[in-house]
């Protein structure tokens, strides 16, 4: 089977490249390399001892784009690429408006075009901005996001949806994600943001490595236990694997259906960095600050769709999160 992967050079893109194609599955990328390097790909193939086909280019450039679409028979895309810092979103709506959804309508389009039917997107659990009730299943309201990003997001899916109303032969799985971290057991791909990290993890790896001073946590008057946010970490190999599962499922001709990626369970930031150091025998140099604005205090899933529907579940744990993020930050101190 032949599936695109758009953006599969990234952090969750290269993850289930590997997994795709230890399972025979033929792995052919698109990414700009905007926020990703090639190498993740070549170890990819390392790894795996499979070839990728990779194509440098631009979701924006449509020709091309049509191009690579009739020249390969994709049976099904899974579509990561975008821009993905809310914050950054915030002071550039525009680019992330443009590169978001620009590059889904041409993506969809040439889908359209060439009748490939099948597609996995990347959606995210900022949709359900601040939740009502805990833990958050896939029927919550969705009403706003916190961010242009977020915003992105929520109009891709209902973008998705719209184009499954008026043609019953697609399938598409929304996937959101809860809070992904850690990396390959084999500490050869991992996380390798561009900056400063926005996400809490490759924040921690990269204080722990010596590269930044000291991680502040936003915030420790949340009406949470300990006062600091909680989240659902999950394992990226978890996630990718979830990926493999929508696959399967897009093959029973679902129509457009949407799942939670996440463990169920919640962690604070301070559970974070225990379990970071107990884990790796390190301490996490850190510093409670303000509130960040836009965080909510709680975020975690109910995984009971996924569960039941996708036959998938995460195996992993925190421990293992921080153990790989902080096997793949020692053994690539500066990334790729
Ligand atoms: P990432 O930045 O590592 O990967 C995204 C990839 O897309 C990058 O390699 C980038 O170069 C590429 N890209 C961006 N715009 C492109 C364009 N116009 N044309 C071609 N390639 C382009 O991010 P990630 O963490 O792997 O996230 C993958 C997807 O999952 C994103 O859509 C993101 O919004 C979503 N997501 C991520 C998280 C997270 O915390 N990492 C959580 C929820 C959802
Ligand atoms: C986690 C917790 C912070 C950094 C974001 C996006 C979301 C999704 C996942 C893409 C929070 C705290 C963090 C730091 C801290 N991405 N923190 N100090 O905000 O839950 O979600 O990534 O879709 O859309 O918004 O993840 O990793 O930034 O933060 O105290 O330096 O760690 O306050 O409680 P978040 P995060």
């Not at 930044?212 to 949470?224: M, N």
């Not at 939670?260 to 225990?274: C, F, H, K, Y």
């Amino acid at each position: 089977m032949k599936v695109l992967l758009t953006g599969g050079a990234g952090y969750i893109g290269s993850h289930t490249a590997l997994e795709l194609a230890k399972n025979n599955f033929e792995v052919y990328i698109i990414d700009n390399l905007a926020n990703s390097s090639i190498e993740a790909i070549f170890r990819v193939e390392k790894l795996t001892g499979k070839k990728l086909t990779f194509f440098e280019l631009d979701l924006l450039e449509r020709e091309a784009l049509n191009d690579i679409f009739d020249q390969n028979q994709f049976d099904a895309v899974i579509h990561f690429a975008g821009l993905k810092a809310a914050a950054e979103s915030v002071a550039q709506p525009l680019a992330y408006y443009r590169n978001n959804i620009g590059g889904t309508l041409n993506l969809c389009a040439a889908m359209g075009r060439f009748g490939v039917k099948n597609l996995v997107f990347s959606s995210s659990a900022t949709v359900y901005g601040n939740p009502e009730q805990l833990p958050i299943s896939e029927d919550a309201p969705i009403t706003d996001a916190a961010s242009p990003y977020g915003r992105t997001k929520l109009m891709i899916e209902k973008l998705l949806s719209d184009i499954c109303a008026a043609d019953s032969t697609l399938n598409v799985v929304l996937l959101r994600y809860f809070n992904p971290g850690g990396a390959h057991e084999s500490g050869d791909i991992g996380e390798d943001p561009n900056g400063i990290p926005n996400n809490l993890l490759p924040y921690i790896t990269q204080c722990t490595v010596g590269s930044r001073k000291a991680l502040t946590v936003f915030g420790d008057d949340y009406p949470t236990p300990d006062g600091t946010c909680i989240r659902d970490y999950i394992h990226v190999v978890d996630l990718a694997l979830g990926h493999l599962a929508a696959i399967s499922k897009l093959q029973q001709n679902p129509g457009l259906v949407t799942y939670n990626l996440g463990t169920g369970r919640g962690s604070s930031v301070l559970e974070v960095i225990q379990a970071f150091e107990r884990t790796n025998e390190r301490k996490v140099p850190y510093v409670i600050g303000l509130r960040r604005p836009g965080d909510v205090a709680e975020c975690y899933t109910d995984p009971t769709k996924a569960k039941i529907e996708l036959a998938w579940q995460a195996q992993r744990t925190l421990e293992d999160i921080c153990r790989d993020a902080w096997r793949w930050q020692k053994k690539n101190p500066e990334g790729y």
